[in-house]
């Protein structure tokens, strides 16, 4: 709600001093002071526009952008403003006084242009936290001596009796409540989070309009005043001090239904409106309308009230804008979740896979090594029975041989259990890594390799195949500078063995990593029966969506006959910002 009321705090100052440069422009004689003023009043402009755009979500380069564009309206207006009082006090400044005011600030802008590199404007400028540097401070400054030598200025003038005491008392206020406002900002004595300086100058603005209207400030013909509000977007009901409404432009007449002579206290209570000193308040209307009623009262030299204007905003599209941003939030939300259970899906999907295939290639060894086991016991046990019946009559000898060959056959199948208890043993931690990665992807645990080198990865993948031959050869030399690709790579390999064991039928496999100084390449080759086009399944799109989110590229290439065949391209330093879900970097 502070961030609504603050953007419309922005289009006031916005509105108010247009209005005034409209008015002058029409109205007032074309001199040097006038040509100052309305600077003034479009440099307030460009300073609050930007304002209104802040408060949407944006990346860092925009935000650097609408700050240049305000610095443009911040930088100038302190020069300008000295420049505006020293004419209308009747003082000619030296072209060469000009040309060094102006020329400070336009310096000033160029250490804010160039702040990325020697960061003196900015110490730190990022989304969530600006740190002023010592050139900004300098600056600020600048503008602050600017201001003060406007208000001295006009205060000579004062007594000098070259400026009436209301005029001089308008310039000088319009210039102080910003710059007191600014003041307190930067001091950090109040805690807004918000700068309220853009929004002081609608009262700048509006004082200026009502020394116009009231004064006949800058000798400006008042009879224009009812054309710039009636060409104004906000409703403006006008009442004198008796209480009687004497002027109602057309948006405030469809808002209110008030004309000239109508009780002012009545369209207050309309709007449950309390008849409070500069109040304002939030109206909801029954039609989904959002109004913005803000009061300001006009006092007189004894401090009587001698008018006070009501200005109305439509806010709907404000109120409109915080639904969608809030629908958009959810909608943001939505995807994230959505992204990150694909991402949980591709890490159960490539765990399961490469550990039910191997698992798959150790049970086949188990039965083979069975088979073997078994068929030996039959041929020796036919054997026997055989030799037992050609030697009936020497059946010492015959005992003896039997007992000879059952301590061989016990050798063979001792030498053939083991084997069966290797694979058995290597099948159950596989099993058990298995079941561990895949209860740490479904509870959205971070996991990686668990190894700070690549080749250490690469090394532990091979190792743990049995059916196929892996052969690893490492270019160049692995360090900690390629750590953070360590996980990518891993799950990319280990997707290319799971591949090659449940469709190649290959007998052998390399893996080269060459490590460069840009760049990490990783080929795999196989020598299966290959195929003839290349269809990217859930496993190949997993891989080259890996590369791809660590910056790089995945290619795939085979035919028939020819082996299967990956390519990896992996940047150094464009996988840095990679999040495969692991702990690994």
């Known amino acids: 709600m502070t961030g609504i009321l603050l953007q419309l705090a922005y289009l006031a100052a916005i509105g108010f001093s247009s209005c005034a440069t409209g008015w002058i422009l029409l109205r007032a004689d074309k001199n040097k002071a006038v040509r100052t003023l309305v600077l003034c009043q479009i440099l307030i402009i460009i300073w609050c526009l930007p304002q209104l755009f802040l408060a949407f979500p944006m990346s860092r380069t925009g935000k650097y952008i609408l700050y240049g564009v305000s610095y443009i309206g911040i930088s100038l207006i302190g020069p300008s403003w000295l420049m505006f009082s020293l004419f209308y006090c009747g003082r000619k400044p030296n072209a060469w006084a000009v040309c060094l005011l102006y020329g400070i600030s336009v310096f000033n802008y160029g250490v804010f242009l160039t702040n990325d590199i020697h960061h003196l404007f900015?110490?730190?400028?990022?989304?969530?936290?600006?740190?002023?540097?010592?050139?900004?401070?300098?600056?600020?400054?600048?503008?602050?001596?600017?201001?003060?030598?406007?208000?001295?200025?006009?205060?000579?003038?004062?007594?000098?009796?070259?400026?009436?005491?209301?005029?001089?008392?308008?310039?000088?206020?319009?210039?102080?409540?910003?710059?007191?406002?600014?003041?307190?900002?930067?001091?950090?004595?109040?805690?807004?989070?918000?700068?309220?300086?853009?929004?002081?100058?609608?009262?700048?603005?509006?004082?200026?309009?009502?020394?116009?209207?009231?004064?006949?400030?800058?000798?400006?013909?008042?009879?224009?005043?009812?054309?710039?509000?009636?060409?104004?977007?906000?409703?403006?009901?006008?009442?004198?001090?008796?209480?009687?409404?004497?002027?109602?432009?057309?948006t405030a007449f469809r808002r209110t239904g008030a004309k000239n002579g109508d009780r002012y206290d009545d369209i207050l209570e309309k709007f449950s409106f309390k008849d409070a000193e500069n109040d304002e308040v939030t109206v909801h209307l029954s039609g989904g309308e959002s109004l913005r009623l803000r009061q300001y009262t006009i006092h007189g030299k004894r401090g009587g009230e001698t008018a006070r204007i009501l200005v109305i905003t439509d806010i709907s599209e404000y109120f409109e804008l915080v639904r969608q941003s809030r629908e958009l939030a959810v909608s943001q939300q939505r995807l994230a979740i959505e992204q990150e259970r694909n991402r949980i899906a591709q890490e159960v999907h490539d765990t399961t896979g490469h550990t039910l295939t191997m698992l798959n290639s150790l049970i086949k060894l188990i039965a083979l090594a069975y088979k073997e086991g078994a068929g030996g016991d039959r041929e020796e046990s036919g054997t026997e029975h055989m030799e037992d019946r050609e030697s009936g009559e020497k059946r010492e000898d015959g005992e003896k041989r039997l007992a000879e060959e059952s301590r061989q056959d016990g050798g063979k199948r001792q030498t053939g259990g083991g084997?069966?208890?290797?694979?058995?043993?290597?099948?159950?931690?596989?099993?058990?890594?298995?079941?561990?990665?895949?209860?740490?992807?479904?509870?959205?645990?971070?996991?990686?390799?668990?190894?700070?080198?690549?080749?250490?990865?690469?090394?532990?993948?091979?190792?743990?195949?049995?059916?196929?031959?892996?052969?690893?050869?490492?270019?160049?030399?692995?360090?900690?500078?390629?750590?953070?690709?360590?996980?990518?790579?891993y799950q990319c390999v280990r997707e290319a063995i799971t591949n090659c064991l449940k469709?190649?039928?290959?007998?052998?496999?390399?893996?080269?990593?060459?490590?460069?100084?840009?760049?990490?390449?990783?080929?795999?080759?196989?020598?299966?029966?290959?195929?003839?086009?290349?269809?990217?399944?859930?496993?190949?799109?997993?891989?080259?969506?890996?590369?791809?989110?660590?910056?790089?590229?995945?290619?795939?290439?085979?035919?028939?006959?020819?082996?299967?065949?990956?390519?990896?391209?992996?940047?150094?330093?464009?996988?840095?910002?990679?999040?495969?879900?692991?702990?690994?970097?």
């Open 122 to 250: 900015y110490r730190r400028f990022e989304l969530a936290e600006v740190r002023y540097g010592p050139m900004f401070y300098f600056h600020m400054a600048y503008t602050y001596a600017c201001v003060l030598s406007a208000m001295a200025a006009v205060s000579a003038g004062v007594r000098k009796k070259r400026v009436s005491r209301v005029h001089g008392a308008v310039i000088i206020l319009a210039a102080a409540a910003p710059f007191a406002f600014n003041m307190v900002y930067l001091s950090g004595l109040v805690k807004s989070g918000f700068d309220l300086t853009p929004p002081v100058f609608a009262l700048s603005s509006f004082l200026m309009l009502f020394a116009v209207f009231r004064y006949d400030f800058l000798d400006v013909d008042t009879a224009a005043s009812r054309r710039i509000f009636a060409s104004i977007a906000e409703g403006i009901v006008i009442c004198n001090r008796r209480g009687a409404v004497t002027y109602c432009n057309h």
């Open 419 to 489: 084997e069966i208890e290797e694979y058995l043993h290597q099948a159950q931690e596989l099993a058990s890594g298995g079941i561990r990665e895949l209860r740490w992807s479904i509870n959205h645990l971070r996991r990686g390799t668990g190894c700070e080198l690549v080749s250490q990865g690469v090394y532990q993948l091979a190792a743990g195949v049995r059916e196929v031959e892996v052969e690893v050869e490492l270019q160049g030399e692995d360090g900690p500078e390629y750590s953070h690709l360590s996980a990518v790579i």
């Open 503 to 585: 469709y190649a039928h290959a007998t052998h496999m390399d893996v080269i990593v060459k490590f460069g100084e840009q760049d990490v390449s990783v080929y795999i080759f196989d020598n299966g029966q290959g195929c003839a086009s290349v269809e990217e399944s859930h496993g190949l799109k997993g891989i080259r969506e890996r590369a791809a989110g660590a910056g790089g590229m995945a290619r795939f290439l085979s035919a028939e006959g020819e082996g299967f065949q990956i390519f990896l391209q992996l940047p150094v330093n464009g996988g840095r910002d990679y999040d495969s879900g692991s702990d690994s970097r």
